[in-house]
């Protein structure tokens, strides 16, 4: 983004309402496991808050700072995007994104449920506001990592094969640490 919110290396969340139910994200740096918490809690206390009211949300991703994706991540875009889908039937859109990352994105099928385009150039006047960071603990985290995983397993049958050792992997690890008192 050209608003100066992000230095290079800065892996962070930050969003602005733009009113009526229109929230704009805007992710820099590594868009992985260690950020996506504190993306779904922010997406889902956003959308809870404008369920309650006449406008229906949307959430438009700013990721011209995003580098790369891990399949966490993506998994859990894949989920914000099926919810937002279910809740409004609209798509989220995701902007300024990199070659790398869309290719990333089409290859696992998380392209089709969302809409691509440039940015607005009026992003650079938002009121920018710094995502609340998450602290999970080991179950909650690889809880996190298995549902992204089984999302991204759910959107095309390749993707099945593909993240089926990941998926057995979380679930017995999860089955370890839950026998565990953390």
């Known amino acids: ?22 929230y704009v994200i805007a992710i820099s740096g590594r868009a992985n496991y260690a950020i996506t918490p504190d993306l779904r809690s922010l997406t889902q206390k956003l959308s809870a808050e404008s369920l309650t009211s006449p406008d229906k949300y949307s959430f438009i991703f700013d990721m011209e ?12 875009m894949a989920g914000i995007a099926l919810r937002q889908k279910k809740d409004t039937s609209t798509k989220i859109v995701l902007c300024n994104l990199n070659p790398h990352c869309q290719q ?6 998380v392209s089709h449920f969302v809409e691509l385009r440039v940015a607005d150039p009026s992003t650079a006047q938002m ?37 089926a050792g990941v998926i057995d992997y ?10 565990k008192k953390n």
């Open 127 to 163: 009121k920018w506001q710094t995502a609340d960071k998450e602290t999970l603990s080991k179950v909650e985290m690889t809880t996190m990592m298995l549902e992204a995983h089984e999302t991204l397993s759910n959107l095309v049958s390749s993707n099945e094969v593909q993240f």
């Open 104 to 109: 990333l994105l089409s290859t696992l099928g």
């Open 65 to 76: 700072n995003v580098e790369t994706m891990d399949s966490t991540f993506m998994g859990a």
């Open 1 to 22: 983004m050209t608003n100066g919110q992000f230095e290079p290396g800065d892996d962070r969340i930050v969003f602005a309402d733009l009113g009526k139910g229109v």
């Open 170 to 179: 979380l679930k017995k690890s999860l089955q370890d640490q839950s026998g």
